[in-house]
């Protein structure tokens, strides 16, 4: 089962638009999705959440993107509450991939605890 159906709206300063509307079912609290992806490595640099009266809601937009051991990250997000007019922004200073971690960690019930 698809959650999102997708198309390109345009391609435009080295980056792809892509429009996802989400599945009936899809329970994401979203109807839609607007993405601005780099046309150079497939990473979003921006994404647009609308709620499901269609109204613009939040917007997230990734900074300082840069391959760490293999994996393209954002070291800078910036998520903006359009409603609440609230903004967070989030910095990783340290990133660690591959560290060995078990999948029982990433459980429901490990997480709980």
């Known amino acids: 089962d698809e959650k999102w159906s997708s198309r390109l709206v345009r391609a435009e300063n080295e980056q792809y638009v892509l429009e996802l509307q989400a599945a009936k079912g899809n329970d994401t609290g979203y109807s839609q999705l607007i993405l601005w992806v780099s046309t150079e490595?497939?990473?979003?640099?921006?994404?647009?959440?609308?709620d499901?009266?269609?109204k613009l809601c939040k917007v997230l937009t990734n900074h300082k993107i840069q391959k760490i051991a293999g994996y393209l990250v954002a070291q800078e997000m910036e998520m903006v509450d359009v409603i609440?007019?609230?903004k967070t922004k989030m910095f990783l200073e340290e990133v660690e991939f591959d560290t060995g971690l078990s999948d029982e960690f990433f459980t429901e019930r490990y997480l709980s605890r």
Do not use: A, W
């Open 41 to 50: 490595n497939f990473y979003p640099l921006k994404i647009e959440f609308y």
């Open 52 to 54: 499901q009266h269609n």
């Open 84 to 86: 609440k007019n609230h």
